[in-house]
């Protein structure tokens, strides 16, 4: 009997390190999107302010619903 349940808490454990690594596999991709929304965004930025022609283009639009 102690072998079983000692199988089911290794089962647990497993199920419970599976569940970590990928809730930790989700915050790093979340962290990732999020720099490279910032880095987007600092690129759009920069074409913003180095040709100003492109600021009629539409850009602006996108950036004011943020």
């Not at 759009?44 to 492109?54: A, D, E, N, R």
């Amino acid at each position: 009997m102690m072998m079983v349940m000692m199988m089911v808490v290794m089962k647990m454990v497993i199920v419970m390190m599976m569940v970590m690594m990928m809730m930790m596999m989700m915050m790093m991709m979340m962290m990732m999107m999020r720099i490279v929304m910032m880095m987007v965004m600092m690129m759009m930025m920069m074409t913003c302010t180095l040709s100003p022609q492109l600021l009629h283009s539409g850009l602006t639009r996108p950036q004011s619903g943020l």
